[in-house]
């Protein structure tokens, strides 16, 4: 089964064939401010509204594949939440059950999405990945003990293979081919690696050379360092979820980036605010950290590139994070003059 079918131009036979291909939308005031043509994929359109619907499809794909999945069977995952949500769509779509499993301090609208689309939900205490109670470990001993699928995002290369054959050709053909680089953040790495695997791939069938490939990281994630010196040195904390990364996982394994930039969260939640109010635009944390990426490429590349960054997921999803003066103001982060 193909990770996802249709173009948007056409009929639909299902919900999974309308996950993919979205609109590549370009960033008018980031462009602007550089000179450059900044263009973000629309991802927070998917039908469970985040880029992680892909990862999700393609790991149901990969586990149907194997047989692993079988009618009337559950898929086992720990997530930040938007992995769950996908997960859990397209297990209602083709029949299976979810068990999902999520730090408690993830966003209330996740966690309450979570529960209406009818999610086996168990939130954790937060905890690093070293401590065996961190909600990846929990999910993997889940599965282990109900027989469920552990989907397993982090390792499971199904994710970045997804992005590679969908995510990837489709920035291509939207930009014609004609692009210089591409800004990402990571938090399995599937989308980074897998989208930067896929570019190549188009690269490579058109005799060019691939795209700039800039990992674009959070405060408090170990990548920028690993890519910058190759040690995965942390300092600072990011309000930013679903993304930062203290290892390189599975799917980040064998790639190689070009380079790195460290974002703090006031300069990511600039662009979020900026994008909603002069662009009509609403996006989450993550995308935040990928525009300013993108800016910072654009600045360093000089005018006249043309750079893809992704837009992951939508603002609503952080309402009462990102959106709430109390919450900014609580975390010391400014607040935009219509919320104040
Ligand atoms: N942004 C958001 C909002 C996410 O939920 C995630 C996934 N955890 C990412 C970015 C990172 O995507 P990936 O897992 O493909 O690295």
Redesign the pocket.
């Given at each position: 089964m193909a990770e996802s079918a249709n173009p948007a131009s056409s009929l639909s036979p299902d919900m999974p064939a309308a996950i993919g291909h979205t609109p590549l939308i370009r960033l008018r005031r980031a462009s602007e401010a550089t000179g450059c043509d900044i263009y973000g994929k629309a991802e927070f359109m998917n039908p469970g509204g985040?880029?992680?619907d892909r990862?999700a499809l393609a790991i149901i794909n990969d586990a149907e594949r194997r047989g692993t999945l079988r009618p009337g069977g559950t898929i086992v995952e720990g997530?930040?939440?938007?992995?769950g949500i996908g997960l859990t769509l397209v297990a209602n779509a083709r029949g299976y059950r979810s068990v999902i499993v999520m730090p408690e301090t993830q966003s209330r609208e996740k966690i309450e999405f979570l529960s209406m689309i009818g999610a086996d939900l168990r939130l954790v205490p937060a905890r690093p990945f070293r401590d065996p109670g961190n909600y990846v470990h929990v999910s993997r001993r889940l599965a282990e003990e109900t027989g469920g699928v552990w989907a397993n995002?982090f390792d499971n290369t199904a994710?970045r293979e997804g992005?590679r054959h969908t995510t990837a050709p489709e920035i291509w053909d939207q930009m014609g081919g004609r692009i210089d680089a591409f800004t990402?953040?990571?938090?399995?790495?599937?989308?980074?690696a897998?989208v930067t695997l896929g570019l190549e791939d188009c690269a490579k069938q058109a005799g060019v050379a691939r795209p700039r490939v800039v990992l674009a990281d959070p405060e408090g994630s170990g990548l920028y360092g690993w890519v910058k010196t190759g040690d995965l040195s942390i300092s600072g904390s990011s309000v930013?979820?679903?993304?930062g990364q203290s290892r390189v996982t599975g799917?980040l394994e064998g790639l190689h980036f070009d380079d790195a930039v460290r974002i703090p969260d006031p300069e990511a939640l600039e662009q979020i605010y900026d994008l909603l109010i002069h662009e009509g635009l609403s996006v989450?944390?993550?995308?935040g950290i990928n525009i300013a990426a993108a800016i910072r490429v654009a600045r360093a590349m000089g005018p006249g590139h043309r750079i893809a960054t992704?837009l992951?997921?939508g603002g609503a999803?952080y309402q009462s994070k990102l959106f709430n003066p109390e919450f900014l103001r609580a975390k010391d982060l400014p607040v935009p003059g219509w919320l104040a």
């Amino acid at each position: 089964m193909a990770e996802s079918a249709n173009p948007a131009s056409s009929l639909s036979p299902d919900m999974p064939a309308a996950i993919g291909h979205t609109p590549l939308i370009r960033l008018r005031r980031a462009s602007e401010a550089t000179g450059c043509d900044i263009y973000g994929k629309a991802e927070f359109m998917n039908p469970g509204g985040s880029v992680k619907d892909r990862a999700a499809l393609a790991i149901i794909n990969d586990a149907e594949r194997r047989g692993t999945l079988r009618p009337g069977g559950t898929i086992v995952e720990g997530t930040a939440g938007n992995t769950g949500i996908g997960l859990t769509l397209v297990a209602n779509a083709r029949g299976y059950r979810s068990v999902i499993v999520m730090p408690e301090t993830q966003s209330r609208e996740k966690i309450e999405f979570l529960s209406m689309i009818g999610a086996d939900l168990r939130l954790v205490p937060a905890r690093p990945f070293r401590d065996p109670g961190n909600y990846v470990h929990v999910s993997r001993r889940l599965a282990e003990e109900t027989g469920g699928v552990w989907a397993n995002q982090f390792d499971n290369t199904a994710n970045r293979e997804g992005h590679r054959h969908t995510t990837a050709p489709e920035i291509w053909d939207q930009m014609g081919g004609r692009i210089d680089a591409f800004t990402c953040s990571c938090g399995t790495g599937g989308t980074l690696a897998g989208v930067t695997l896929g570019l190549e791939d188009c690269a490579k069938q058109a005799g060019v050379a691939r795209p700039r490939v800039v990992l674009a990281d959070p405060e408090g994630s170990g990548l920028y360092g690993w890519v910058k010196t190759g040690d995965l040195s942390i300092s600072g904390s990011s309000v930013t979820e679903g993304i930062g990364q203290s290892r390189v996982t599975g799917n980040l394994e064998g790639l190689h980036f070009d380079d790195a930039v460290r974002i703090p969260d006031p300069e990511a939640l600039e662009q979020i605010y900026d994008l909603l109010i002069h662009e009509g635009l609403s996006v989450g944390g993550s995308a935040g950290i990928n525009i300013a990426a993108a800016i910072r490429v654009a600045r360093a590349m000089g005018p006249g590139h043309r750079i893809a960054t992704i837009l992951c997921d939508g603002g609503a999803r952080y309402q009462s994070k990102l959106f709430n003066p109390e919450f900014l103001r609580a975390k010391d982060l400014p607040v935009p003059g219509w919320l104040a």
